[in-house]
């Protein structure tokens, strides 16, 4: 059975047989000191009674388990509305960018660019400080600004990088430019903003855990309100090796979820090659030969 050799392309050239014993011993190189640095932390992880049962003991608790089934619930809420309103924010803070009418786009662009460059810390902070705001849409209210903004530039990009003959195609049509867009553009844009779209929902679910430090009551809240239990001698690494992985496979599940739609998108029949029929004899026409 043969095997075709790889072919090379503008990115990537076939390496030679000098490089090919250089990449094999880079690769058991790299091997050997990511177990030696794992080994090294497990021993630590030991040598400072992390795994012993009185650290362990709180997340046999009933009381323990549903703070942080609360929490984590607090967190996916947070999220939710954000993720919602952000999309919408973005949307609408796009088209603003894309409008042809001066004020309109100027306006927009400054309120991208404003809330592009605060820190997200300090508008929740300032949401809920000096504008006296509840700590759930505090912290709702600073994510959507923040990655609204972003999103904002995210659309506006992913629509002006459609081949400029779609839109001129559209418009020769007849239809109007809020038809081409929504219609023609926005379609054809999803699939190359999707993965930048999905990264940027990442962040935002990374950033619920900010709510903390309003008093929010979210999955990081509940963590901290544990590993500062003095009656389980300060439980800080177990915490955190409840929560990380939790934090870690909702990031994945929402990365798959982007993976999933995007298969769907190229299977779903409106987006498939449609066959056309080979051209056969017709009928002439009345009075024809």
């Given at each position: 059975?043969?095997?075709s050799?790889?072919?090379?392309?503008?990115?990537?050239?076939?390496?030679?047989?000098?490089?090919?014993k250089?990449?094999?011993?880079?690769?058991?190189?790299?091997?050997?000191?990511?177990l030696a640095?794992?080994?090294?932390?497990?021993?630590?992880?030991?040598?400072?009674?992390?795994?012993?049962a009185?650290?362990?003991?709180p997340?046999?608790?009933k009381g323990?388990?549903?703070?942080?089934l609360?929490?984590?619930g607090?967190t996916?809420?947070?999220?939710a509305y954000?993720?919602?309103?952000?999309?919408?924010?973005g949307a609408?803070?796009?088209?603003?960018?894309?409008?042809?009418h001066?004020?309109?786009?100027?306006?927009?662009?400054l309120?991208?660019?404003f809330?592009?460059a605060?820190?997200?810390l300090?508008?929740?902070?300032?949401?809920?400080?000096a504008l006296?705001?509840?700590?759930?849409?505090?912290?709702v209210?600073?994510?959507?600004l923040?990655?609204?903004?972003?999103?904002?530039e995210?659309?506006?990009t992913?629509?002006?990088?459609?081949?400029r003959?779609?839109?001129?195609?559209?418009?020769?049509?007849?239809?109007?430019?809020?038809q081409?867009?929504?219609?023609v553009l926005?379609?054809?844009?999803?699939?190359?903003?999707?993965?930048?779209i999905?990264?940027?929902l990442?962040?935002?679910?990374?950033?619920?855990?900010?709510?903390?430090?309003?008093?929010y009551?979210?999955?990081?809240?509940?963590?901290k309100?544990?590993?500062?239990?003095l009656?389980?001698?300060?439980?800080?690494?177990?915490?955190?090796?409840v929560?990380?992985?939790?934090?870690?496979?909702l990031?994945m599940?929402?990365?798959?979820f982007?993976?999933?739609?995007?298969?769907?998108?190229?299977?779903?029949p409106?987006?498939?090659?449609v066959?056309?029929?080979?051209?056969?004899?017709?009928?002439?026409?009345?009075g024809?030969?």
């Open positions: 059975m043969t095997h050799a790889p072919t090379p392309t503008a990115l990537y050239d076939i390496p030679g047989p000098q490089a090919r250089r990449h094999l011993v880079y690769g058991i190189v790299s091997t050997a000191l990511i640095l794992v080994g090294w932390i497990v021993y630590l992880l030991f040598d400072t009674d992390q795994f012993t009185e650290k362990w003991r997340f046999q608790y323990i388990q549903e703070l942080l609360r929490g984590l607090n996916l809420k947070a999220f954000a993720a919602v309103l952000s999309l919408a924010l609408v803070l796009a088209v603003g960018r894309l409008s042809v001066r004020p309109v786009r100027w306006v927009s662009t309120l991208v660019e809330f592009r605060m820190p997200v300090v508008m929740i902070f300032f949401i809920f400080v006296k705001v509840q700590a759930l849409p505090a912290l209210a600073g994510l959507t923040y990655n609204g903004s972003v999103l904002a995210v659309f506006r992913g629509i002006n990088s459609v081949d003959g779609q839109r001129e195609a559209a418009y020769a049509l007849g239809m109007r430019k809020t081409v867009t929504t219609f926005a379609p054809q844009a999803v699939r190359a903003m999707l993965p930048t999905i990264s940027q990442v962040v935002a679910l990374k950033d619920t855990s900010l709510g903390y430090l309003i008093t009551e979210e999955f990081l809240h509940a963590g309100l544990i590993a500062s239990n009656d389980y001698d300060l439980p800080f690494i177990p915490v955190v090796m929560i990380s992985p939790i934090y870690i496979g990031c599940l929402l990365s798959w982007a993976t999933w739609v995007a298969r769907r998108q190229r299977r779903s409106k987006t498939e090659a066959g056309v029929a080979p051209a056969e004899p017709g009928k002439l026409l009345p024809g030969q």
